[in-house]
């Protein structure tokens, strides 16, 4: 049967959970009928836009939070384009889609970030509906004004790899494993202040394995721990976050959370923002967390890596194309950051030169959604120095990038079928220690797979152009997507660059294709708490790489995942 509903007024219900057993908790997800949490950021416009859809409930899919604004799997109506009612922050019609343009990183009943969760409105406790509800809002006075919020995530991960990083290091035929926990507690202070602290513990095992470094094997050590202030300044919500914390306000192909290791990014220092009704603008100055050491509670900081800048979002006024709404979000940016790792080198005809980079990144993302049509497009220029190791010589950097990705979505279908194609330019240069550097660098760990599953391939001197398929059948739990990424080398005359540095081959490669990388990703959201995610991929390398020495190879990837 299909429905006609008024954005903005019919009231949303979420899909019923599949019964489960979690080992341990004896736990049973339920039904949940939520109704759109009003606040003064959150006030629906007067107008109505009326769609046709086969139904009204939200999919349970989106449980699970996913990056970007193709990347979630949703239905669409207005109200479905919002997370179930208070699962996000009072941040009005920033909240759009997964949330992620309020700048606290994707949202659905969870949050990337586990501290971007909003549990406010359980202090009703008729609305607590699911069994680890009395976790998420523990009040702790009468007045219900000082509250505890817990958090948890348990991660199983494994993957095989035949020929990893194309036959040029790890080990053939190697088959992984890693497992993290995260722990955290969101104290309410009132209004205006609020402390969360987040628990990490990881181990890796497996068979031929490799690469087990303090990124995959961690003894109990604080991921987080920050203090926040906040309250209304000059009609804008405003906060300032002091201490260890994520950083999700980047575009996720430029700077995510390192996700293929167990340990994520984090970041030291302080963040300001302040959010009115239409404009956002956000600063902040951090080092990253030095987590080099076995030991625990030995992380410590890293002032050798350092990240800090500036960005606005601006919702740009709503338009139509093809008579429907389109609603968009403009980002303008400014990233800056230093760094030294693998990543920080000039190839050259006979060895590697490490050294220090500084770059900033000042560049533009515009994005958004209609009923139909889902779109991103971004650009970038960096500019900045490259130091070498052991002198005080340097050279000058200008690289540039430019992503994009547009797709059509057929609602109305069973299937609900995204059809679209990505297109990504990242510069490179004719590699040497003399002139201007021309390679643009991502050093903080871009969304895995939004380039290349198998991170084989980095987001340096390569052309990338791929069409994106994905299904999401009508009340199922599952979306699949396929994509395959064909790649060329933006210069010829440059290097080829890993995830960890440029390769080396042993004979000279000749030519720009570098090869097509055909792969897939099934997300099973199994219940509100458990997600199965399969990746699959198979590296084709071009005949001219395979001559220079590279390996063509298969990569496949498991990942159960249980949060509360």
Do not use: C
Request: net charge positive.
């Amino acid at each position: 049967m299909v429905f006609s509903v008024p954005r903005y007024r019919q009231e949303r219900r979420l899909s019923a959970g599949l019964f489960v057993l979690v080992a341990g908790l004896g736990g049973q997800a339920h039904a949940q009928t939520a109704i759109l949490k009003t606040n003064p950021l959150e006030q629906p416009p007067a107008d109505e836009e009326w769609i046709k859809v086969p139904s009204t409930e939200r999919p349970i899919i989106q449980d699970y939070p996913h990056a970007g604004v193709v990347g979630q799997p949703r239905r669409i109506t207005a109200k479905q384009n919002r997370a179930p009612n208070g699962h996000q922050g009072p941040w009005g019609d920033f909240n759009y889609g997964n949330g992620e343009a309020a700048g606290f990183g994707p949202v659905g009943r969870y949050g990337a970030a586990a501290w971007a969760e909003d549990w406010s409105y359980l202090r009703d406790k008729s609305k607590r509906t699911d069994f680890f509800d009395p976790l998420k809002f523990i009040a702790l006075n009468n007045s219900q004004t000082i509250w505890l919020t817990l958090s948890g995530e348990s991660r199983l991960r494994n993957w095989y790899e035949e020929a990893p990083f194309l036959g040029r290091s790890g080990k053939a035929q190697s088959g992984r494993f890693g497992v993290r926990n995260l722990l955290g507690a969101d104290l309410h202070l009132g209004e205006h202040v609020r402390l969360f602290g987040q628990l990490i513990n990881a181990d890796a095992g497996g068979w031929r394995g490799y690469g087990y470094s303090s990124t995959y094997r961690k003894r109990l050590d604080l991921q987080q721990g920050f203090i926040e202030l906040k309250g209304k300044v000059a009609g804008a919500q405003t906060g300032f976050m002091f201490g260890r914390q994520q950083f999700l306000d980047a575009p996720s192909y430029m700077l995510y959370n390192r996700e293929t290791p167990n340990v994520p990014l984090s970041w030291n220092g302080g963040r300001f923002y302040a959010l009115w009704p239409r404009i956002r603008v956000n600063a902040y100055d951090f080092v990253q967390t030095k987590t080099d050491s076995y030991l625990m509670f030995h992380n410590t900081e890293d002032y050798g890596t350092r990240l800090y800048g500036g960005n606005t979002t601006m919702i740009v006024p709503a338009f139509t194309v093809a008579g429907e709404k389109v609603h968009s979000f403009l980002d303008l940016f400014y990233i800056r950051y230093r760094y030294s790792s693998g990543l920080s080198a000039v190839p050259t005809a006979s060895r590697v030169l490490k050294g220090t980079s500084s770059r900033g990144n000042l560049g533009f993302r515009w994005y958004g959604t209609s009923a139909s049509v889902e779109y991103s497009v971004g650009a970038l220029y960096q500019g900045g120095a490259f130091q070498y190791a052991g002198t005080q010589r340097k050279s000058s950097v200008r690289a540039w990038a430019v992503n994009a990705i547009v797709g059509y979505r057929h609602t109305p279908s069973p299937l609900h079928p995204f059809l679209g194609v990505q297109a990504d330019v990242y510069s490179g240069g004719s590699d040497g220690q003399n002139g201007t550097i021309h390679t643009y660098m991502a050093p903080f760990n871009p969304q895995t797979n939004y380039l290349d599953t198998t991170t084989y391939i980095s987001p340096s001197n390569l052309i990338s152009l791929s069409p994106v398929v994905s299904i999401t059948p009508w009340k199922g739990f599952a979306s699949l997507r396929l994509k395959a990424p064909f790649m060329w080398r933006q210069n010829a005359n440059g290097a080829i660059w890993s995830s960890s540095g440029p390769y080396t081959f042993a004979r000279s490669y000749r030519g720009g294709y570098v090869g097509v990388v055909p792969q897939a990703s099934l997300t099973l959201q199994l219940d509100h708490h458990l997600t199965w995610q399969i990746y699959g991929a198979r590296f084709m390398a071009s005949k001219s790489l395979r001559a220079a020495g590279a390996q063509s190879g298969s990569y496949a990837q498991s990942n159960v995942t249980f949060r509360f």
